[in-house]
């Protein structure tokens, strides 16, 4: 029987080297874990905020599950975090006085899009595994696993993705088979007891990280009937799709409608393949593509989802702006040197990007690149004084209309939103 790995040092330089897709390894109390239960709170809350609001007509909400002994509640709302549990451990209690001995499971898909503090820790941490083995296509995946269920809901399956468990509470079980132990056409398994024999496990704790490559099917299961609490992050590394080049490439610009909203959707099949003869509406598109290609809103809305891609470090979408606030000049204000505003000019101008949400800007190179640069050396700088290069006549309307042209009020524009985007900072804050 096959076992696994243990590590008591965390090393990018030596995990790549033996352990990414090749076999799994649990590196135990190493310190290296990149998740706090604040950070996870705070997404959780953010994510069931999302999942009780109304679904808009485009999409239901799929972020959120939650089952009571592998059933699924009608209503969503009384299961969920709150404000007033406080922190996990509030959440359970309060779970606790209503299930009684009853298992649950909470599991929150894109946790990284709903909290700021937990996507900024996991996009540094991964950041020194892309120096290694380069950025993901189509970008991670983060999924949240609570509760004191027995096993996942969806019993032994095979993802697509090279997985990272991080162990924050309690204690959980991974099972694993190195290849697929049941011979049905079935894709997951429920019931896998009559194949524990040719399995293998790995206990994780507080503090650990689990990681297993693509090619193993594998369950989670529950250690004891405690309560326990992991952040999954997978990155697709097999089966890349054509789809998701090709409805990122094929959405509408971000002002107009929705992220990722496609313009021709269903017309890819569920491998991402097209049909021999292209559907019309997919025909009109590509006309409509190839006739516009070198129109320079084409342009510039390309170049932004590339940049989007490499500022939000391989974990998109990321989590919605701050509410937007005036700066005024005596404001002092500081970028993050590690993880820089992104700048490239478009058709239009100039397209900055910064934690994966991008605003254009019209004009002058030089002054424009200055003042970015300045930020991205994270010294204090008075808003003042980076707005004096800029010319101070002409205004922006009160409503954010792009490009924001090279002037003072535009300028002041940008760095209010950049703020918002949480890639400047107030001094002192």
Excluded at 77 to 83: E, H, K, N, Y
Excluded at 100 to 124: K, P, V
Excluded at 320 to 348: C, M, S, W, Y
């Amino acid at each position: 029987m096959a076992r696994i790995d243990l590590q008591r040092r965390f090393d990018w330089d030596t995990f790549v080297t033996r352990y990414w897709n090749r076999r799994p390894v649990l590196y135990q109390a190493t310190g290296a874990n990149p998740f706090t239960g604040a950070d996870v709170f705070d997404a959780a809350l953010g994510a069931s905020r999302g999942a009780m609001a109304p679904p808009t007509a485009l999409e239901a909400r799929t972020d959120v599950q939650f089952t009571i002994d592998q059933g699924q509640p009608v209503t969503l709302a009384p299961w969920l975090p709150r404000d007033t549990d406080g922190a996990l451990d509030g959440y359970d209690a309060r779970l606790a006085d209503t299930l009684g001995s009853r298992r649950y499971a909470l599991i929150i898909s894109l946790l990284h899009s709903h909290g700021f503090g937990l996507w900024s820790a996991e996009r540094a941490f991964f950041s020194q595994l892309w120096r290694r083995v380069g950025l993901p296509l189509s970008g991670g995946i983060t999924t949240l696993f609570h509760g004191n269920y027995e096993h996942s809901p969806v019993g032994v399956h095979l993802d697509r993705f090279t997985t990272f468990l991080f162990a924050l509470r309690g204690r959980k079980r991974m099972r694993f088979w190195a290849k697929r132990p049941w011979s049905m056409p079935v894709t997951t398994l429920a019931d896998y007891a009559p194949y524990l024999e040719t399995s293998f496990t790995a206990e994780v704790g507080p503090g650990d990280i689990l990681y297993w490559p693509a090619s193993y099917y594998h369950v989670g299961e529950s250690a004891s009937r405690d309560v326990a609490t992991s952040v999954n992050v997978g990155i697709p590394v097999t089966g890349h799709q054509a789809r998701y080049d090709v409805e990122d490439l094929l959405s509408v610009s971000p002002g107009d409608a929705p992220r990722g909203r496609a313009l021709v959707p269903g017309v890819l099949d569920g491998d991402g393949v097209l049909p021999r003869e292209l559907p019309a509406a997919l025909q009109q598109a590509a006309n409509t593509l190839r006739e516009n290609s070198r129109d320079s809103r084409t342009q510039a809305h390309l170049r932004a989802l590339w940049l989007n891609r490499r500022s939000a470090g391989g974990f998109e979408p990321p989590p919605p702006p701050a509410r937007r606030r005036p700066l005024q000049d005596t404001a002092i204000l500081h970028g993050n040197k590690h993880f820089p505003i992104l700048v490239e000019k478009t058709g239009t101008g100039w397209c900055c990007s910064a934690n994966g949400n991008a605003l254009h800007v019209s004009g002058l190179r030089q002054p424009v690149n200055k003042l970015i640069a300045t930020l991205n050396t994270a010294r204090a700088v008075a808003v003042g004084e980076l707005l004096r290069p800029f010319p101070s006549r002409g205004a922006v309307p009160p409503r954010v209309v792009e490009p924001l042209p090279a002037t003072r009020a535009g300028m002041r524009r940008m760095l209010e939103i950049l703020l918002t985007f949480r890639a400047i900072h107030l001094t002192g804050r």
